[in-house]
């Protein structure tokens, strides 16, 4: 079989494009018996209402809570986990910065990279969540394509 240089070409850029895509997922388990998983990205839109949510790219500053009724678009009056993942840094935390307020227990941890690496928040005096903007731990992931699971009353 002959390859011509421009058949050479595609070929390896076709082998290119697949080594430098990028892909993240997002997914909930709900153990409250009731509530609704919420995450909303950056910009306000609700990218998923308790499915897994993938995006095959970078996820930047998106939030994610449980719905139970009294939480604002943003997370504000309940435990949110803020996320970006992003292949070389991704970053999570658990906040209950004001508006933010603990609601119900909330927990995540990456896998597929990074995996039992994450941050449980059992109590309204969580140890780890943010606080105030300087008092929180952000708990990183320098995997490529690392996804992130994410508990709710666990």
Do not use: R
Request: charge should be negative; glycine fraction near 14%.
């Amino acid at each position: 079989m002959q390859f011509t240089v421009s058949s050479k070409f595609a070929v390896i850029s076709s082998l290119v494009a697949l080594v430098a895509a990028e892909s993240h997922t997002i997914s909930f388990t709900n153990l409250c018996g009731g509530g609704t998983p919420t995450l909303v990205s950056q910009n306000g839109a609700i990218l998923s209402t308790g499915g897994a949510y993938t995006a095959d790219g970078p996820i930047v500053g998106a939030l994610a809570y449980l719905q139970t009724g009294g939480c604002g678009l943003n997370g504000d009056f309940c435990t949110t986990v803020e996320t970006t993942l992003i292949n070389g840094g991704s970053a999570t935390d658990i906040t209950l910065v004001p508006d933010h307020e603990f609601s119900v227990t909330s927990g995540f941890g990456y896998y597929n990279g990074c995996d039992g690496t994450g941050l449980d928040c059992q109590e309204p005096d969580c140890p780890g969540a943010f606080t105030d903007s300087t008092n929180g731990w952000i708990i990183s992931c320098a995997t490529d394509n690392v996804d992130l699971a994410i508990t709710f009353c666990d």
